[in-house]
């Protein structure tokens, strides 16, 4: 019985992952750039377009004070689309030579961008410094466990450090306990797959 289940594919399945699959081919073709898992052999999985779509309409910021952050930046299709707003500086921490070297070609071949400050940086996120600017975070799903605690409370100490304002974007977020419980931190807005959080610096200070 559990084996049928198993050979079973829903239809609808199918065609749910080839419209997804079109959609983001056709991301990619606009923007001049290729962010495809297919030819990737470790774990690496691009934001689909419309949560991407979905943070940035819901950012109530001005680009123009703030640094983007994408902890876990793969080949780089948020940091392209993070590049369309007049960000003060738009950076990308990838642990994987092969992703982070995608990620600058991709940078480099990009149209559009609004942002002229763009790059990849190859390092494990345990070990980046935040800019010393009001920053918005992205995460999709790059870890968990000790790495995540880490990455957390690197984040915590920057902001007691130097007191300001963070946005967090967070995309499939398994994680949510390990974000709400730090002082100062508040969820904004939510939809299925993606939340919105506000970590006010000010508040962190103890
Ligand atoms: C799910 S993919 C997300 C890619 C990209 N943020 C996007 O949304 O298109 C997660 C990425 O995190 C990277 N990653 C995993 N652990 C990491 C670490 N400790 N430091 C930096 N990057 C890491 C993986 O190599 C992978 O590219």
Not at 32 to 49: A, C, L, R
Not at 100 to 125: L, Y
């Amino acid at each position: 019985m559990r084996a049928r289940h198993k050979l079973f594919i829903h239809p609808l399945q199918t065609i749910r992952g080839l419209w997804y699959y079109y959609v983001a081919c056709l991301y990619d073709w606009w923007n001049g750039i290729e962010t495809g898992k297919q030819d990737v052999h470790i774990p690496y999985d691009p934001t689909e377009p419309k949560y991407i779509r979905w943070a940035f309409r819901n950012l109530p910021v001005n680009p123009a004070d703030y640094a983007f952050v994408d902890f876990g930046s793969g080949k780089g299709r948020v940091l392209i689309a993070a590049a369309k707003f007049p960000f003060l500086q738009v950076v990308g921490v990838e642990r994987s030579k092969e992703l982070h070297e995608a990620a600058m070609i991709n940078i480099r071949s990009a149209k559009r961008m609004k942002c002229r400050d763009v790059t990849s940086i190859c390092m494990d996120a345990t070990e980046f410094s935040l800019p010393a600017s009001p920053c918005i975070l992205f995460f999709y799903n790059p870890f968990k466990g000790e790495t995540m605690d880490r990455v957390v409370s690197n984040i915590q100490a920057s902001l007691t450090r130097s007191p300001r304002p963070l946005f967090v974007i967070y995309v499939s977020p398994l994680l949510h306990e390990v974000f709400i419980r730090q002082h100062g931190m508040r969820l904004v807005k939510t939809r299925s797959w993606c939340n919105l959080y506000f970590w006010d610096g000010r508040l962190s200070i103890k």
